[in-house]
């Protein structure tokens, strides 16, 4: 069973920056697709950036050109860099990731999941 753990939180100044990684347990880590999320206090959490099976991004609105996600499935690692950060931008963040299992090779059943990982929190001071 794969296992996210992030790194990176903290406490940075408003126009500040911070970058996070998200690091997945075993070997031959290859998903579909890995995101970024957060949630700040009182508020559901959200989609902050993607990518996808293609390999293209998606990026929420509030943190277009600030921030980039990335990726090496050889480092079985994801990357958050944000830049110009902002006080709304206090959350905890999380990653996750999209898996495929095979659940019988004769006829090419498979199961997919979502992992996450438990969260690391930021905070922009202004």
């Known amino acids: 069973q794969v296992q996210l753990v992030e790194f990176g939180g903290g406490l940075v100044q408003a126009g500040g920056s911070l970058g996070l990684s998200c690091v997945a347990s075993g070997s031959n880590f290859s998903p579909n697709g890995v995101g970024w999320y957060r949630q700040a206090p009182g508020k559901q959490r959200e989609l902050v950036a993607e990518i996808t099976s293609s390999g293209s991004t998606n990026y929420a609105d509030s943190v277009k050109g600030r921030f980039t996600i990335s990726r090496d499935y050889a480092k079985s690692t994801m990357y958050l860099q944000m830049n110009s950060l902002k006080p709304e931008d206090t959350a905890v963040y999380y990653c996750?990731?999209?898996?495929?299992?095979?659940?019988?090779?004769?006829?090419?059943?498979?199961?997919?999941?979502?992992?996450w990982g438990q969260g690391t929190l930021v905070t922009v001071s202004s």
């Open positions: 996750k990731a999209s898996l495929r299992v095979v659940v019988n090779v004769i006829i090419g059943a498979y199961r997919d999941y979502e992992v």
